[in-house]
């Protein structure tokens, strides 16, 4: 079983900066990809990035193309999201997703195990 604990999150003005993490726990850490996904009031589940915890391979993709990046410290088992520029539209709860089967994609049918996420405002 993994288990997932996110950090980092609060609120901040726009044009700022964030940096969420994400400690991971349970399972095999080097089976694991894990991803970053975002859903604001009324709105559906937004993938962000997600990365392969053996290889480092990224994906990234929409809203967070050019601003956000993904990355891992091994050693601390944690995934940790830079969010730069930030927009009053990042405004959301973000989630840590992770599967096991080291398999980096943008579904959430591909993520079995998810955190509790961490609420991100942003204002003007």
């Known amino acids: 079983q993994v288990q997932l604990v996110e950090s980092g999150g609060g609120s901040v003005q726009a044009g700022g900066s964030l940096r969420l993490s994400c400690a991971a726990s349970g399972g095999t850490y080097n089976t694991y990809a894990l991803a970053w996904f975002r859903q604001a009031p009324g709105e559906e589940r937004e993938f962000l990035a997600a990365?392969?915890?053996?290889?480092?391979?990224?994906y990234i993709r929409g809203s967070a193309t050019g601003r956000f990046t993904i990355a891992k410290d091994d050693a601390k088992t944690t995934v940790y999201l830079q969010m730069n520029h930030l927009r009053p539209e990042d405004t959301a709860v973000y989630y840590c997703a992770a599967n096991v089967r080291n398999r980096v994609a943008g579904l959430e049918s591909y993520y079995a195990y998810w955190g509790e996420g961490t609420q991100v405002t942003v204002s003007t």
């Open positions: 990365i392969s915890a053996s290889t480092g391979i990224t």
